[in-house]
């Protein structure tokens, strides 16, 4: 394996060196190199190739060996988050240390090795198939086409039924999806055909949080002056983007909303960075709500075989193999 396909080597790498590693790494995996781009967020910084295959975009990450996991804090609570939790326990009147019910979400700390990865930029959908309206799949069903022509005459934006079929309406028409119940290892099988893969729960770690030993990429406690999805002052925060949304330091848009719950490779159906939004409706508050999005939060083993379009998304990636 190159050295300088891990994150020190990288880092230190001059731009024509970047710029030719890059090349040959697009000519092997059939991918067209759309060119270098510093991404810096959070006190951690990348300059990395972005590339294009299928009308995705992908980003370079080094490999690393990392610590992942989390058993207390580096810096410790901001005066806002310690409110919050302070207010939940008094209700609550729980007599435990915010720190003691934080440790009991999170994955334990331990050394991983990390390999070098061409990663999705961003999330995507599953089980949901865009189609024309005139697809037989659609055309079989006369309920949905009511249902379908009420919307077209109502002011609404979008119609779902149910893990069936749903339609939008765009600047130019309607866009039409039906539904296909897709289990893990399905996913798994059709990702392998292409030449893709998902990422491990410890992979995920590492694009989530790049090694950092806060709970939050960006510190302990959460930061209330983000425009975070769910939780938001709608006038104020009109055309500004969810922060947790905009690239990180590896380029990647990951763990920014807890009703996406991120599927990653594992034994069996596992998933990362949400819970499918079940903190958010108990009622939990941002600080509890966002905690799934750690980077350190365990993984979630799903009882189910079934993905569910709703709630499962996922990252398309390869594991880069390159001698020389």
Not at 84 to 107: C, K, V
Not at 152 to 158: E, F, M, N, Y
Not at 275 to 290: A, K, N, T
């Amino acid at each position: 394996m190159n050295e300088n396909l891990f994150r020190t080597q990288f880092d230190q790498m001059e731009t024509t060196e970047k710029q030719a590693l890059m090349e040959r790494l697009a000519a092997r995996y059939n991918m067209t190199f759309l060119g270098l781009h510093t991404f810096d967020r959070w006190g951690q910084s990348c300059t990395t190739g972005v590339f294009e295959k299928d009308g995705r975009e992908f980003v370079f990450v080094p490999g690393d060996t990392v610590t992942l996991g989390w058993d207390h804090f580096a810096v410790g609570l901001n005066q806002d988050s310690r409110e919050e939790l302070d207010y939940l326990f008094q209700e609550w009147e729980l007599e435990q240390d915010p720190e003691g019910l934080i440790r009991e979400s999170m994955a334990p700390v331990r050394q991983a090795a990390i390999g070098p990865m061409l990663v999705g930029r961003e999330l995507e959908e599953l089980c949901w198939e865009p189609v024309k309206m005139n697809d037989p799949r659609v055309t079989a069903h006369p309920d949905w086409l009511k249902e379908f022509r009420d919307f077209a005459w109502s002011d609404h934006v979008s119609l779902e039924l149910h893990q069936s079929a749903r339609i939008e309406r765009t600047k130019k028409g309607f866009q039409t999806w039906i539904y296909n119940h897709t289990d893990y290892e399905e996913l798994l099988d059709r990702l392998e055909q292409q030449g893709l893969s998902l990422p491990t729960a410890d992979e995920w770690a590492y694009l989530c949080g790049g090694g950092c030993r806060t709970l939050f990429p960006w510190g302990d406690g959460l930061d209330y002056s983000m425009r975070l999805h769910w939780f938001e002052d709608t006038e104020e925060a009109e055309g500004r983007p969810y922060d947790m949304e905009e690239p990180n330091f590896f380029g990647l848009s990951i763990a920014y909303d807890p009703y996406m719950r991120e599927v990653v490779k594992a034994e069996q159906f596992t998933t990362c960075g949400g819970d499918g939004g079940r903190s958010i409706c108990g009622g939990l508050g941002i600080f509890l709500g966002f905690l799934p999005c750690s980077p350190h939060c365990k993984p979630e083993v799903q009882e189910d075989k079934e993905l569910n379009g709703d709630y499962d998304f996922y990252r398309p990636m390869i594991r880069v193999e390159m001698d020389g």
